[in-house]
């Protein structure tokens, strides 16, 4: 953000590939500035353009956009420095005393979700006592690793060196998330097992949560919800121009060309996500409670959505 002498306020909504988008706003003396952090990848993009490009706004209400892959993202909201954040739907237990989940803004899987994959395996059972690649500590991906699968080593590293761990023999098997999800078969991998598809089996059709957007608690009850409703004005606006917010999320489409990149935009970015509802409150739940009964996460918080 450049703040400017006079009472105008440039903000770059994001740092691009190029030019960055930039726009100005009118600022008054009792603006506030509410800084969202949110990941550099395609589906928040999307879900964040209306309010990144300045077409949708929040009377007094500044946003400055910040972004990060989401490990930093569940780091910063464990010491609640963000007003509004994207987090790993994992990472709540952790954070239930500072934040309220929003009920817009969550990233869903409905059948799909994050995939164990190999070059020379083809089963969990062949994964026995091997070592599988994955993402950050706090991720949902690695909950569900730790929850569902018994026998198999995990070692953590960056969501993007998984599948060049697994070609360089670092490691046997890889769990991918983000974009990997829908390019590892093109690249000839072996698909082992889709927690997606399995979480909808184990639980009669329920959505796999994965991400969330949160608000801190200390911004009270009404702004809370005035955010939440900007988000999901925002949200709506992508889906309305998506000649606008589709070539925008693709600045973060790491590669996949556009075809692909509207697909995934798509598997994230849905119904549940405007208003995750009761469904996407049940399955967070059910989450919590399988996390807890492994004792990976510390309680089963209460979920209340704003």
């Not at 009792?30 to 969202?36: A, E, S, Y």
């Not at 569900?144 to 026998?151: E, N, Q």
């Not at 070692?155 to 590892?184: C, R, S, W």
Request: aromatic share 10%; with cysteine; charged share 25%.
């Amino acid at each position: 953000m450049i703040v400017c002498p006079s009472d105008f306020i440039y903000i770059v909504a994001a740092k691009t590939i190029g030019t960055p988008i930039l726009h100005t706003v009118k600022r008054t003396m009792t603006d506030r500035i509410i800084r969202v952090g949110h990941s550099p990848d395609p589906d928040d993009a999307f879900m964040f353009y209306g309010l990144a490009s300045g077409k949708v706004k929040l009377d007094g209400i500044i946003i400055e956009h910040l972004l990060e892959d989401i490990q930093s993202l569940n780091e910063r909201a464990m010491k609640a420095e963000l007003e509004v954040t994207a987090i790993s739907a994992h990472a709540f237990p952790y954070v239930a005393d500072k934040y309220w989940i929003m009920r817009t803004g969550a990233s869903m899987g409905e059948g799909y979700g994050p995939v164990i994959i190999s070059r020379n395996y083809k089963s969990l059972d062949e994964l026995k006592g091997k070592t599988v690649g994955t993402p950050g500590p706090l991720t949902t991906a690695t909950l569900l690793f730790k929850t569902f699968t018994d026998g198999i080593k995990n070692v953590e590293m960056p969501f993007d060196k998984i599948m060049e761990a697994i070609d360089n023999g670092e490691v046997d098997a890889g769990l991918l998330i983000h974009e990997g999800q829908i390019t590892y078969q093109s690249l000839g991998y072996n698909k082992i097992l889709d927690f997606g598809e399995f979480w909808e089996k184990e639980t009669n059709g329920l959505p796999l949560p994965l991400g969330l957007d949160v608000v801190r608690k200390d911004l009270g009850e009404a702004l809370a919800k005035n955010l939440s409703a900007g988000l999901k004005e925002s949200i709506a606006y992508g889906y309305k121009h998506q000649n606008e917010s589709i070539p925008y999320a693709m600045q973060w489409g790491r590669g996949i060309d556009y075809k692909l990149g509207e697909k995934f935009v798509k598997m994230y970015v849905s119904g549940l996500t405007i208003d995750m509802g009761e469904k996407g409150k049940k399955a967070l739940e059910l989450l919590f409670e399988k996390g807890f009964e492994k004792g990976l996460i510390p309680r089963v918080p209460t979920v209340d959505l704003y």
